[in-house]
C-alpha cells in the first residue's frame, strides 16, 4: 500500500491468498479489513487501518467515508505536528 499509493478494501482476508498465511491474520483472525492513506503535500506518511473479525464487514461506501476522512484528517495531523 504505501509503494502503490492504494487503498485497501478486504471482504474476507482468510480467503485471500495474498493474506491468508499472514501470521497476523491468522493470529488475529482478520476477516474484513480496510485501509487509506494519510498523506500531505503528495506525500504518504501514514495510513488509517481498520479490522472486523467478521467477513465481509465494511463495503465500499464504508471506504469511500474512510478516504474522505483520511484526506481530510493528514492536512491536520502534520500541520499539529509542525507546530
Given at each position: 500500500?504505501?509503494?502503490?499509493?492504494?487503498?485497501?478494501?478486504?471482504?474476507?482476508?482468510?480467503?485471500?491468498?495474498?493474506?491468508s498465511?499472514?501470521?497476523?491474520?491468522?493470529?488475529?483472525?482478520?476477516?474484513?479489513?480496510m485501509?487509506?492513506?494519510?498523506?500531505?503535500?503528495?506525500?504518504?506518511?501514514?495510513l488509517?487501518?481498520?479490522e472486523?473479525?467478521?467477513?465481509?464487514a465494511?463495503s465500499?461506501?464504508?471506504?469511500?467515508?474512510?478516504?474522505?476522512?483520511?484526506?481530510?484528517?493528514?492536512?491536520?495531523?502534520?500541520?499539529?505536528?509542525?507546530?
Open positions: 500500500m504505501l509503494l502503490t499509493g492504494e487503498s485497501l478494501l478486504l471482504q474476507d482476508a482468510m480467503s485471500d491468498k495474498a493474506f498465511m499472514q501470521e497476523s491474520i491468522m493470529a488475529m483472525q482478520i476477516h474484513s479489513a485501509a487509506a492513506h494519510l498523506r500531505f503535500r503528495g506525500k504518504i506518511f501514514g488509517i487501518y481498520l472486523r473479525d467478521r467477513e465481509g465494511f465500499k461506501d464504508d471506504m469511500e467515508l474512510l478516504r474522505a476522512i483520511a484526506f481530510i484528517t493528514g492536512p491536520i495531523i502534520e500541520n499539529a505536528r509542525l507546530r
